[in-house]
């Protein structure tokens, strides 16, 4: 039991399946939200987060998991896009979790992707500082280690900022966004810093694709080459992958 604040290792829990880790993480999730009603959640986009987010959609349908009193704070949103955008994270996150349960929308924060970027990135960090910091932050992981949109090179003082995204991360994109040249190039992201105060970490990662970064994560020394390594100082900081994800690491 590694005391408040001291570095202790990650925690690595492995699943047969996506949809065990999210049931798993759901479980958790809800009994935070229920013992704390107000707890303020760091939340991710991408295919990842997906089966949680069904999960906790049928806990609040079926067992009556309020988010009544919960705050959310988005990770990251993409700059250029019309507010209207489907291929916006505000819409991926209508979708697939808001438009599902019952988050007051006063207390669903995302970066202002309409004003002056990097004031408005400063006013985010501002804005999660005001309102007492993540209780936890759900993360996915990034095929070349980013978190949120903390791109190789960002530090773990890094705060809410302005970025450039990583061309693989835009490669990534592509699909959604109907090719390469339709993908913003700048996003508004919570920085590590954000991440590492908050009060516990829980990273999802899934599929073979991301066994080679989960490896480098948790085995390489901790670089900003691969910013998901500088969390594994977290006090509290447990990752849930399944068997694919699992495989560069020692059983
Ligand atoms: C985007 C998001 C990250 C997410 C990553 C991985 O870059 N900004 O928060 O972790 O994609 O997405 P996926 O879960 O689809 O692999």
Redesign the pocket.
Known sequence: MALPGTPSPPRIERFSSPEAACRSLALEIAALVREKPDARLGL??????IPLYRELARLHREEGLSFARACSFN??EYLGLAADDARS?RAFMREHFFAQVDFEPRNVHFPNVAGEPEREARAYAQELRAAGGLDLAL?????NG????NEPGSGRDSSARVVELADQ?RA??AVAFGGLANVPVR?I?LGLAEILEARAIRMLAFGAA?SEVVRRMLLEPASQACPASLLRGHADLALLLDEGASTGLPR
Do not use: C, E, I, S
């Not at 991710?44 to 987060?49: E, I, M």
């Open positions: 991710p986009t991408g295919r990842t987060p990770l990251d994270f993360l996915g992981l990034g095929r980013h978190v949120g949109f991360t990534d994109a996003a992201t991301k």
